[in-house]
């Protein structure tokens, strides 16, 4: 998992709460994504960051909002609006996408379970 | 618009036999291609990468993959496989130009039996 942490590992919360999953790289990492995972779907881009104050829109983005204030974090605010919210949440970090096609490194994922 | 399939939802094989997991994409433009593996409840973990050059990627465990760019596909390979290989298996494209940001497949789940 490398120099990632996402915390915590199980959130509960109920319906109609805003809650914010922590992503945090000590790999110097200029790049910054997040994904969901459900079940026989594999991964969706939820949204992307490049550079520190910049960010943008995967392909679910609705119902998700997120923040680049420093380049080691990169907050994922699950608000009321997101439909279904229940599933495996998973923060990646890449070197900077302007030196090189290179691989990216995942966190060890955050399960959100919303009742 | 980048896409990826993986056609077989579980491939099963017997330890010592070699193993392929299937990968296919579409992309506009030239490709970059990876593989990640992830055992449950965890982060992803790269295998390997085809950026450009020969067809042939060898990457980690013992692991490699074929492009082939007639066929869109990009097959993930091991000669023998192990109990311990028993995951599931992503395969994912990056065009390149566009969006810098992966597109997975599905997902193919490995089981190895001993």
């Known amino acids: 998992d490398g120099g990632i942490t996402q915390s915590p590992k199980y959130l509960f919360r109920k319906e109609g709460q805003n809650v914010t999953l922590s992503c945090e790289q000590n790999l110097n990492h200029d790049a910054m994504y997040w994904y969901r995972q459900d079940p026989g779907q594999g991964l969706r881009l939820i949204y992307y960051?490049?550079?520190?104050?910049?960010?943008q829109k995967g392909d679910i983005a609705e119902g998700y909002s997120v923040s680049r204030e420093k380049k080691e974090s990169f907050p994922l605010t699950v608000t009321s609006a997101q439909k279904n919210p229940t599933a495996f949440y998973l923060c990646?970090?890449?070197?900077?996408?302007?030196?090189?096609?290179?691989?990216?490194?995942f966190g060890p994922g955050t399960r959100l379970t919303v009742t | 618009a980048q896409s990826v399939a993986q056609p077989e939802d579980q491939v099963n094989v017997a330890e010592g036999n070699p193993l392929t997991v299937k990968c296919t994409y579409s992309v506009s433009g030239n490709p970059y291609l990876f593989w990640y593996v992830q055992y449950p409840n965890r982060g992803l973990q790269f295998l390997l990468k085809?950026?450009?050059?020969?067809?042939l990627v060898k990457g980690s465990y013992g692991f490699e993959a074929e492009f082939n760019k007639s066929q869109t596909s990009f097959h993930l390979k091991k000669p023998s496989a192990l109990v311990s290989d028993s995951a599931l298996y992503f395969c994912a494209v990056r065009e390149e130009t566009g969006r810098r940001a992966l597109t997975f497949g599905s997902g193919t789940r490995l089981q190895v039996q001993p």
């Open positions: 085809y950026i450009t050059g020969d067809n």
């Open positions: 960051s490049q550079i520190v104050n910049d960010f």
């Open positions: 990646a970090s890449s070197i900077g996408t302007g030196t090189g096609v290179n691989e990216q490194y």
